[in-house]
């Protein structure tokens, strides 16, 4: 089987990437512009024979043959999606677009990585996948969740007009180790911040709600997913959920008990509330998250103090 992964180089891409390459019978190819991505985040795998790694941008066609695609490329912190709204929207549609021509010449699977964003600022609580969403769709987040939702329209209408084998995830707050230290999002900023001893940002009002899934329980969902016969959207989340306040006194209490908590000032269109409904994930995949989030925080702090040279003392 070769596979090919688009944003291969990012957090989420780099971890499937190694579950990828256990089975000696896979070949990966990974395409990223290393926008937020970075080499080092598959050094483990460069020279490795079954192992590919292309500088290329997905807004622009790309040539190769593989059986299946997993189609991550996107900017995902909200910092970095915002900066180029055009270039994000550019990659969600053009780039979809590109990767469904490419699924379509081969016949390959292809699956697509959407988001909970796609709920918008949601009405419903906790959310299914039958539910439309409530997206402002002129707003400074719409190059994100207007363009994912743009992309899983073309991923049903490849579907249904060619016949296409799609695959949709809909990826709750994803964390873990390799995530970028100056990520912007919240556990990456909160686990720096409470190892640089620098006060932990709540941004206002901080009772806003995200439910935080471990990097290894999605990696997993993602391939249960590309192996089963459903189409999707299948949230794929852990529903355990967390004000950002909770969240700030988890870190404090399990990281460093000293570090003060600051309240700063929001974005636009932040949404309040936050929670995945995976009863479709259980039934489907028979797949549900098993690392909490009070056992997370530490696997990512092991990571980030390596990174951040400062040991635990
Ligand atoms: N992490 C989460 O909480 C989360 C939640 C929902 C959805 N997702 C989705 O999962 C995917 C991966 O997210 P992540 O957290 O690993 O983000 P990330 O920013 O770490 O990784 C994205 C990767 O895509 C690459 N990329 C961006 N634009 C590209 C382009 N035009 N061409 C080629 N490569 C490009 C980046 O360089 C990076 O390597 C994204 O599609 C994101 O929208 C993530
Ligand atoms: O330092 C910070 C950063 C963020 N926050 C708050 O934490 C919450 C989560 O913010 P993040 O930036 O981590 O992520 P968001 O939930 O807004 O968006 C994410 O949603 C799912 C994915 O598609 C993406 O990874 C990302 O867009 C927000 O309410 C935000 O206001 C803080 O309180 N402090």
Known sequence: MRILV?????????????????KEKNEVIVADNYFTGSKDNLKKWI?????????????????????QIY???????PIFYKYNSVKTIKTNVMGTLNMLG??????????????????GDPLEHPQKETYWGNVNPIGVRSCYDEGKRMAETLMFDYYRQYGIEIRIARIFNTYGPRMNIDDGRVV???????????????????????????????????????????????????????????LAKAVQELINPKVQISEVENTPDDPRQRKPDITKAKEVLGWEPKV???????????????????PRT
Request: charged letters at 20%.
């Open 6 to 22: 688009t944003g291969g180089a990012g957090f989420i891409g780099s971890h499937l990437v190694d579950k990828l390459m256990e």
């Open 47 to 67: 020279g490795h024979p079954r192992f590919e790694l292309i500088r290329h941008d997905i807004s622009r066609p790309l040539f190769v043959e593989v059986d």
């Open 71 to 77: 189609h991550l490329a996107c900017p995902a912190s």
């Open 102 to 119: 490419l699924a379509k010449r081969l016949r390959a699977r292809i699956l697509f990585t959407s988001t909970s964003e796609v709920y």
């Open 188 to 246: 990456s900023n909160f686990i720096a911040q409470a190892i640089r001893n620098e006060p932990l940002t709540v941004q206002l009002p901080g009772t806003q709600t995200r439910s935080f899934c471990y990097v290894s329980d999605l990696v997993d969902g993602l391939t249960q997913l590309m192996e089963g016969t459903d189409t999707g959207p299948i949230n794929l989340g852990n529903p355990g959920e967390f004000t950002m306040n909770e």
């Open 292 to 310: 909490n989030l009070h056992e997370g925080i530490p696997l990512m702090e092991d990571d980030f103090r390596r990174r951040l040279g400062v």
